[in-house]
């Protein structure tokens, strides 16, 4: 059973910076894929960013795409979002969701394991 943690949420302003990180084990597969969703409160979750296994297949949602930066590290097992220019709209829960395919996918339903989530949240 893939487990996934998420970290690194917190408080931010407008136009400010934060770093996600997806830590996962359990992983029985060697090929996968990893994206970033997000839900604000009473929508649907939607699509962020997602990365294949070795880095070189990447996708992003039109909005956030010069904005946001995935990467792994895969000797740690890690993922990261490197968001900046955080706006009101981009603070909500964010989930880490993983699958053993190594195309990147935008479809939550395509997505396998997912985590607890970590709030982002704006501060005045």
């Known amino acids: 059973q893939v487990q996934l943690i998420e970290s690194g949420g917190g408080l931010v302003q407008a136009g400010g910076s934060l770093r996600l990180s997806c830590a996962a084990s359990?992983?029985?597969?060697?090929?996968?894929?990893t994206g970033w969703f997000r839900q604000a409160p009473g929508k649907e979750r939607e699509f962020v960013a997602a990365?294949?296994?070795?880095?070189?297949?990447?996708r992003y949602e039109d909005s956030v795409k010069s904005l946001f930066t995935i990467t792994s590290d895969n000797a740690k097992n890690t993922m990261h979002l490197q968001m900046n220019s955080l706006e009101p709209e981009d603070t909500t829960v964010y989930y880490c969701?993983?699958?053993?395919?190594?195309?990147?996918?935008?479809?939550?339903?395509?997505?396998?394991?997912w985590g607890q989530g970590t709030q982002v949240t704006g501060s005045s």
């Open positions: 969701k993983d699958r053993g395919a190594s195309c990147t996918s935008s479809r939550r339903g395509e997505y396998s394991y």
């Open positions: 359990g992983r029985t597969f060697n090929i996968y894929s």
């Open positions: 990365i294949s296994w070795n880095g070189f297949g990447k």
